[in-house]
């Protein structure tokens, strides 16, 4: 049976407010949290970086700005040392920061905007992957090279994301398909298909027997595959289009990000439990979790990044 409660703004603490701009934030990344709490990045509609220091939520501060592009950030991502991140553009430039001593450095440029980008190990090398257009680009940072490309899709690529663990990518699109890839050897493995629209946001998540990828798109679903056998295990309709999903490990949730401000939080180890809340009326533009999945950052299309702690909703799960 599907819960469903429009939770009160009282479960979640709004601890602190920042405006990093009046342009719209695009994109929040941040270091899982066994690597490195201390940074945070956003990137914003008017092509800037900028650098979070975080010790907890109440001493976060902005400590660096970094002009890239005139073009907006389309795409943002840490490399797990976390003294690299690498930022993509609507206008194809991918840029390599490094946060050691913040500089940046255009790597490449591709046709289209750079709508994801993911790393992978291949072949026992770290590359970069970036979709742009309708294609799958694998991009050695060290000699900034593009080292080749997938034709993916029939539209555009609209988000990547990769599992060490399994060795699988994933792919998503305005074609309304997802594709599982194997990148050592360029091959697809597998096409899902269930969507009607074209999807936005895709994530693997875990349970404790199975292995799924969960995608949100603008037809106001969003569905669940297993991926042990390649079948649509779940299907649910939204309130509205769902614009970004994210798994939380600690949670063993999926958190849906939904166009309207609404969320829905999505129990992975039981399968019909759903919630839906709203936590006030913002249009958000980027989500993220980090420390351990008790804090959810929110960027708006104000500009503003809210830093919420969510350990008060755990005791309605």
Same mark, same amino acid.
Request: charged share 25%; proline share 1%.
């Given at each position: 049976?599907?819960?469903?409660?429009?939770?009160?703004?009282?479960?979640?603490?709004?601890?602190?407010?920042?405006?990093?701009?009046?342009?719209?934030?695009?994109?929040?990344?941040?270091?899982?949290?066994?690597?490195?709490?201390?940074?945070?990045?956003?990137?914003? =509609?008017?092509?800037? !970086? +900028?650098?979070?220091?975080?010790? #907890?939520? @109440? /001493?976060?501060?902005?400590?660096?700005?970094? *002009? $890239?592009?005139?073009?907006?950030?389309?795409?943002?991502?840490?490399?797990?040392?976390?003294?690299?991140?690498?930022?993509?553009?609507?206008?194809?430039?991918?840029?390599?920061?490094?946060?050691?001593?913040?500089?940046?450095?255009?790597?490449?440029?591709?046709?289209? =905007?750079?709508?994801? !980008? +993911?790393?992978?190990?291949?072949? #026992?090398? @770290? /590359?970069?992957?970036?979709?742009?257009?309708? *294609? $799958?680009?694998?991009?050695?940072?060290?000699?900034?090279?593009?080292?080749?490309?997938?034709?993916?899709?029939?539209?555009?690529?609209?988000?990547?994301?990769?599992?060490?663990?399994?060795?699988?990518?994933?792919?998503?699109?305005?074609?309304?398909?997802?594709?599982?890839?194997?990148?050592?050897?360029?091959?697809?493995?597998?096409?899902?298909?269930?969507?009607?629209?074209?999807?936005?946001?895709?994530?693997?998540?875990?349970?404790?027997?199975?292995?799924?990828?969960?995608?949100?798109?603008?037809?106001?679903?969003?569905?669940?595959?297993?991926?042990?056998?390649?079948?649509?295990?779940?299907?649910?309709?939204?309130?509205?289009?769902?614009?970004?999903?994210?798994?939380?490990?600690?949670?063993?949730?999926?958190?849906?990000?939904?166009?309207?401000?609404?969320?829905?939080?999505?129990?992975?180890?039981?399968?019909?439990?759903?919630?839906?809340?709203?936590?006030?009326?913002?249009?958000?533009?980027?989500?993220?979790?980090?420390?351990?999945?008790?804090?959810?950052?929110?960027?708006?299309?104000?500009?503003?990044?809210?830093?919420?702690?969510?350990?008060?909703?755990?005791?309605?799960?």
């Amino acid at each position: 049976m599907i819960q469903r409660h429009h939770l009160p703004l009282k479960n979640w603490d709004l601890v602190l407010k920042k405006t990093v701009s009046s342009d719209q934030i695009q994109k929040i990344s941040c270091l899982e949290p066994a690597l490195d709490k201390e940074h945070l990045i956003t990137g914003s =509609s008017l092509g800037n !970086l +900028t650098f979070w220091k975080y010790a #907890d939520l @109440l /001493n976060i501060s902005e400590y660096k700005d970094m *002009k $890239i592009s005139h073009s907006p950030i389309s795409s943002l991502i840490y490399l797990n040392d976390g003294k690299i991140a690498f930022c993509g553009c609507e206008d194809g430039n991918i840029s390599k920061i490094d946060i050691t001593i913040f500089t940046a450095k255009s790597i490449t440029k591709l046709d289209f =905007s750079i709508k994801a !980008l +993911t790393y992978a190990l291949i072949n #026992d090398k @770290l /590359n970069l992957i970036a979709a742009s257009g309708t *294609k $799958i680009y694998e991009i050695d940072y060290i000699k900034e090279k593009v080292l080749g490309s997938i034709n993916a899709h029939d539209n555009t690529i609209t988000d990547l994301v990769y599992n060490q663990r399994k060795e699988i990518l994933a792919s998503c699109s305005e074609d309304k398909t997802i594709k599982l890839w194997n990148l050592e050897n360029k091959q697809p493995l597998g096409i899902l298909t269930g969507h009607v629209q074209g999807i936005n946001s895709i994530c693997f998540a875990f349970s404790q027997k199975n292995f799924y990828i969960v995608s949100c798109a603008k037809d106001s679903y969003i569905t669940f595959w297993n991926l042990s056998d390649k079948n649509l295990n779940r299907i649910e309709k939204m309130s509205s289009i769902g614009e970004k999903v994210i798994y939380v490990n600690d949670k063993k949730s999926v958190i849906c990000i939904n166009k309207n401000g609404i969320f829905s939080l999505w129990n992975i180890e039981k399968e019909n439990e759903k919630k839906e809340f709203s936590i006030q009326k913002s249009v958000y533009s980027a989500v993220t979790y980090f420390e351990d999945g008790r804090n959810l950052v929110l960027g708006n299309k104000n500009g503003v990044l809210e830093f919420w702690n969510t350990a008060a909703e755990e005791q309605t799960l």
